[in-house]
């Protein structure tokens, strides 16, 4: 090579740079809103995206929808409790539970009366110096009562029970996505039954995560 091209070969690369810089800054401005834009198509273009084959290449979006919802319930409520008489006698009677066998220790008529309650304890048989036998002790305490008789209770006892029912189904309703913002309780006797009716305006979330289809 000789010294004359290298010359002008370094001449032309020193021209070439200051062409480079003396570009206008704006240019590379547009650049820049070219790919803002472009990222902006792309966030909100989020179900499709064009390959760069000029095909399409599918992509999950998420997304949270809001809304005002309402709510109607209702419960009806007895205005009379079931209350039990009073005790007329009692007795125990022990049986042994040998494996899976049972030996009765009292003699026939094991059926209960029609109002009576039944504990049953069990104590396991064991050796003096600790060694438990496959032997258990069963002590059956059989309780009976007298006629049951229907009591009746204030409305306002009624519908705080059925107020309480309502609120506890309608949190299940809601879940973690919702909250009542308005609730209103009312309440009429029906006969001996007091219906309970909550209307509840919520703010939840609606939005569910649906498959995407290419349809």
Known sequence: MRLFDAV?????????????????????????AARAEAAAARRI?????????GGLRWQH???RVWARTWYELTAQVPLT???????????????????KKRIKLYGKGSTLGGDCDKITQYRPVCLPW???????????????????TDVPRSTREARDEGESLLRRQLEELL???????????????QGSWLLVTLRAECLEEIGREVPLTKE
Do not use: C, K, W
């Open 8 to 32: 002008a070969g370094d001449e032309v690369i020193r021209r070439n740079l200051a062409q480079l810089r003396a570009l206008p800054s704006a240019l590379f401005g547009r650049i820049r």
């Open 175 to 189: 879940g973690d996505t919702g909250t009542a913002e308005n609730v209103r309780i009312d309440a009429v006797e």
């Open 130 to 148: 600790g060694l438990r036998l496959p032997i258990t002790l069963a002590a059956e305490t059989v309780t009976a009562y007298g006629p049951s």
């Open 61 to 63: 979006g998420m997304g």
């Open 81 to 99: 409790v079931r209350q039990r008489g009073v005790p007329l006698s009692s007795r125990t009677r022990y049986a042994l539970d040998i494996g």
């Open 45 to 53: 273009n989020r179900g499709r995206h064009v390959a760069g084959n």
